[in-house]
């Protein structure tokens, strides 16, 4: 039986960057759930049609790390239909053996209820804000208005909203080196896996 590792939390806050490592260590796959919206963002047009008929080129694109695909992912996402047709490639992903490990909003809650491991990564929207801005080399205080702006949208959508699992670990990483973070998420995994 394969091994599901969901991983959730508001944006900026650490989930992509434990998944990977995560991932590295135990030789599992990895997805970025949150790259598919942004993709779908990023085409334009119908996003109904543009989830449906998303390709590995568009995934590819080197445009959807940038802030304002952010926010084009985030609206997108609030689309019932446009979840809806990414539902069966995120579960296909997350059967594959060994095990797999799924970062974004609804992983613990909607995509994958039954996995193993739920981790639900959080830091302050300060932290969180001055972490984007170095990454993308933007300033700070347009960072947070456009994070907070995006986390409530996220939370308050009708459809798979932001929160976390009743049975996810919160992981706070406001005062952690990835090092740290990195470190709890790795031993809650193992103990999981019977080799704590
Ligand atoms: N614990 C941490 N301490 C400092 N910086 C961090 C920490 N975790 C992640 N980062 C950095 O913050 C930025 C956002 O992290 P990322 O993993 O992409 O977040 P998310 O996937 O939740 O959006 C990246 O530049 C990453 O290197
Ligand atoms: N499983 C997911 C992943 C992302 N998303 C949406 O996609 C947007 C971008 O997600 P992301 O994970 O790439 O964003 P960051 O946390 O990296 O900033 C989020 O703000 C959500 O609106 C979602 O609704 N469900």
Do not use: N, W
Not at 12 to 26: D, Y
Not at 33 to 49: K, S
Not at 100 to 129: F, H, M, N, Q
């Amino acid at each position: 039986m394969p091994f599901t590792i969901a991983i959730d939390g508001p944006a900026a806050s650490g989930k992509g960057t434990i998944a990977r490592a995560l991932a590295a260590h135990f030789g599992f796959h990895h997805l970025d759930t949150g790259l598919l919206y942004r993709a779908v963002g990023a085409r334009g047009g119908d996003p109904v049609a543009a989830a449906r008929g998303l390709t590995a080129a568009d995934l590819a694109r080197d445009d959807l790390r940038s802030a304002e695909a952010g926010q084009a992912a985030s609206r997108v996402a609030a689309i019932a239909e446009v979840r809806a047709e990414l539902i069966v490639f995120q579960r296909r992903f997350a059967r594959q053996e060994p095990g797999a490990v799924l970062d974004g909003r609804d992983i613990g809650t909607v995509i994958c209820p039954g996995a193993e491991v739920k981790l639900y990564v959080t830091a302050s929207d300060r932290v969180r804000a001055a972490r984007r801005a170095r990454e993308l080399g933007a300033d700070a205080d347009e960072m947070l208005a456009q994070l907070r702006e995006r986390d409530a949208r996220d939370a308050a959508r009708a459809v798979a909203p932001m929160r976390p699992a009743a049975d996810a670990v919160l992981l706070d990483t406001s005062d952690m080196t990835i090092e740290a973070a990195f470190a709890v998420a790795r031993d809650t995994v193992a103990t999981r896996l019977g080799r704590g």
